[in-house]
């Protein structure tokens, strides 16, 4: 049996922290958006096991071997990868099995990035295995387990727009962009989200009522934004609190920017922890590749793409 899936980056079009948790977690609410700059992730899986009624009982749950493969060869390949611990996840949490499973993902999205590139990879198996095993999890199953490997990992199964709430597990759909082109760059080294929360914590009084007040009526306009289709309003009240702690120490993700927005960028700002920077455009002018052109020109890597649903 084999499937292979499209696994979607996503943005942030709001990132905004309400508190922080006794447990160390933030709890934020924001909006994020799936698009067309994706993984493609491939899983072949050899002599099933649990598929039926009649064989269960008779069989051990997982896969007695996983191989995985990944063009970009600074990922690791082995239960470090979150892909591999997703098909782990996906076996335990329904007692199917199978003799091999092969996972190979064709990565394009930048690693460490801010685009839940690990995030999606996972979302891809949980959904590739459920199809190959005949749907034993229902959508809200499988987010549950996806939420035990990451708190992107829920939305990048739903995909689309989503009003992310709680640890970013708890999703409601919104209507998504309004047709527009986007270009993403990243460039300089990755940043750790855990270290950027940190940073996060210092700078905000651990988010102590007293200490910060989150944006509920900025992120009330981007919705209504959203509802209406209004491109200008939607760019005009796009807000993401991580980029007070990275932006300042992050001089290609700065430069990312003012480039964007020099080349006719309605807005440009930074997806979840960064480094990655995206700049809205108009559809279908030319703009969104010309800023691409211009960004390759000073050696940072970008890609034109677009909103999906
Ligand atoms: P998020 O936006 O969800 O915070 P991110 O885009 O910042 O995530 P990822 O690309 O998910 O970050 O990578 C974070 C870490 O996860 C990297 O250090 C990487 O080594 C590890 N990782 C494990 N599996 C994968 C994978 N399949 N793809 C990318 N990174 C992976």
Request: charged fraction near 15%.
């Amino acid at each position: 049996m084999k499937t292979t899936v499209i696994a979607p980056a996503k943005i942030n079009l709001f990132l905004d922290i309400t508190a922080r948790r006794p447990d160390g977690y933030h709890e934020i609410s924001g909006v994020m958006q799936s698009i067309s700059l994706c993984d493609t992730v491939t899983i072949e899986v050899t002599e099933p096991t649990g598929m039926y009624l009649c064989s269960l009982g008779n069989h051990t749950a997982g896969a007695k071997s996983i191989t995985l493969t990944c063009t970009n060869p600074d990922l690791p390949t082995d239960s470090r990868n979150l892909a591999w611990r997703a098909a782990e996840k996906f076996f335990s949490a329904t007692g199917r099995g199978c003799k091999n499973l092969l996972i190979h993902i064709e990565k394009r999205i930048p690693a460490a990035a801010g685009m839940a590139g690990g995030s999606t990879d996972a979302a891809a198996v949980l959904t590739g295995l459920n199809d190959l095993f005949g749907h034993p999890l229902t959508p809200a199953a499988l987010c549950e387990v996806g939420l035990t490997l990451g708190a992107d990992v829920p939305f990048c199964i739903m995909g689309g727009a989503q009003i992310t709430e709680g640890i970013g597990e708890a999703l409601t759909p919104i209507t998504p962009m309004p047709a527009c082109e986007l270009v993403v760059a990243c460039g300089g080294e990755g940043v750790s989200t855990p270290a950027a929360y940190k940073a996060l914590d210092t700078l905000y009084g651990d988010f102590d009522p007293a200490a910060y007040t989150p944006r509920t009526r900025e992120l009330a306009t981007l919705k209504s934004a959203l509802w209406q289709g209004d491109l200008t309003a939607l760019c005009g009240s796009m807000f993401n609190l991580f980029e007070s702690v990275v932006l300042p120490h992050r001089s290609v993700a700065r430069q990312i920017k003012e480039t964007l927005l020099s080349a006719g960028a309605v807005t440009a700002m930074m997806s979840g922890s960064g480094p990655s920077v995206f700049g809205v455009f108009p559809k279908g002018d030319g703009s969104a590749e010309k800023a691409r052109e211009a960004l390759t020109a000073l050696g940072i890597p970008a890609w034109v793409c677009e909103p999906v649903r």
